[in-house]
């Protein structure tokens, strides 16, 4: 069975005030660029049986710029793409707290269940990206690589850990962030990684090699 390399997509630019994002088409900041770039480094070594990632650019430009000395190029999936945050996206919080009184609270008293205005919950975006991921694995051999969210990669982790989603912010996933996990048919799924940064990540990758 395979290890899945769930890779979150490099730095965007980000407002102040903060402000939702979600499935809004950002690009990757000149930062982000260079995340991208020490991972193709790092993982240059690294024989990939096959690479996916959310259809939105922000992830695909940072698979793009891993893979390109890999000979292999990632399949953009919609079912990758970050939470849909709905009528909030674009919002700051306080403006969400205006328009949409009392839904900012009921939401964070529940993040698995309850969904923004027009948007999902954490439980739904968890089953279509959890899906998604099975059906990567179902035959594959090896390591792939999957470009994804911060969102979306904390809940498939609590999903193969079998983590309570309304923990799932206890998770810290960076930009451009490496979490290892290792399927096996007969039982849960291993983490052997974290939340690495690019500078952390050769001593895991070279036990990864020799494994």
């Known amino acids: 069975m395979p290890t899945v390399l769930l890779l979150r997509h ?7 005030p903060r402000r939702f994002i979600g499935q809004r ?14 991972w ?10 096959s690479a996916w990632c959310s259809s939105l650019s922000r992830c695909r430009e940072t698979a793009r710029l891993i893979l390109e000395a890999c000979g292999i190029a990632a399949t953009p999936l919609d ?23 009392g839904e900012y609270e009921r939401r964070g008293a ?20 959890w899906a998604a991921l099975r059906e990567i694995i179902s035959n594959a ?21 079998d983590v309570p989603l ?13 979490n290892i996990l290792h399927f096996t048919p007969d039982r849960a799924p291993v983490l052997h990684a974290l939340n690495l940064p690019p500078e952390a ?9 020799s494994s």
């Open 79 to 101: 079912a990758l793409r970050e939470v849909s945050l709905g009528a909030w996206e674009g919002l700051s919080a306080q403006e969400v707290q205006e328009r949409f009184p």
């Open 10 to 16: 490099g730095e965007i630019t980000q407002s102040n």
């Open 141 to 161: 051999e090896g390591t792939i690589l999957v470009v994804a969210h911060a969102g979306v990669n904390r809940a498939i982790i609590c999903r193969a850990l």
């Open 25 to 38: 088409d950002m690009p990757l900041t000149t930062t982000g660029r260079k995340q991208a770039a020490c």
């Open 110 to 129: 529940d993040l698995a269940n309850i969904a923004p205005s027009e948007g999902e919950s954490f439980a739904e975006a968890q089953a279509r990206a």
């Open 40 to 49: 193709r480094e790092a993982l240059a070594e690294i024989p990939l049986a």
């Open 201 to 209: 990540a050769p001593p895991i990758l070279a036990a990864l090699r």
């Open 166 to 178: 309304g923990n799932l912010f206890s998770l810290d996933q960076d930009y451009a962030a490496l």
